[in-house]
């Protein structure tokens, strides 16, 4: 299957110059293209959140993506590689008309998919290497990570808070907890745990 692929960052951007380049792109050199994927979006979006994502998940073996040029496909270079990267692990082709790039079976190919790769997996290393390193700086400087001390046992910062002086009347009605929950929206655990948290320690 040989599909091409139009992506424009705004509603101002027109679809049709991309689609006019592709189209004659494949007329001269005897592709037929079987689908069209376009799509308005940002392409410093995840593109396995974009419809690319959705094609790619489809692509397999001897397939052609033609697009008009590599920042069709994502913004940064990383990205890029790890789109080309996961076009090869499948067998896909990949085209583009401005930049002449040809992603295929060829030793070229290969030899980029290892540098695809392996520049992928030093990326998320170095990624990983750089969040430990803000985590333990922050730490050195005597900063506490995570939830703020006391804010998890903290009654005004609960929903249920506001509401406190209506269930401790309704409990002493015999009003079930059940009929409280509906009448506050709130689920039963929730509910439990704000009175034995809070309430019936007060009752002792």
Known sequence: MNYGYIRVSSDKQTVENQRFEIARFCEENDIRIDGW??????????YDKRRLGTLLRRVGEGDLIVCSELSRLGRSLYMIMEILSYCLHRGCRIWTIKDNYRLGEDIQSKVLAFAFGLSAEIERNLISKRTREALARVRAQGKRLGRPVGSRGSRETLLLYKHDVYIRRQLSQGISQYAICR??????STLHRYIVRYIQPAEK
């Open 37 to 46: 994927i376009e799509e308005t979006v940002s392409g410093t979006m995840a």
């Open 183 to 188: 009448r506050l929206h709130c689920s039963r």
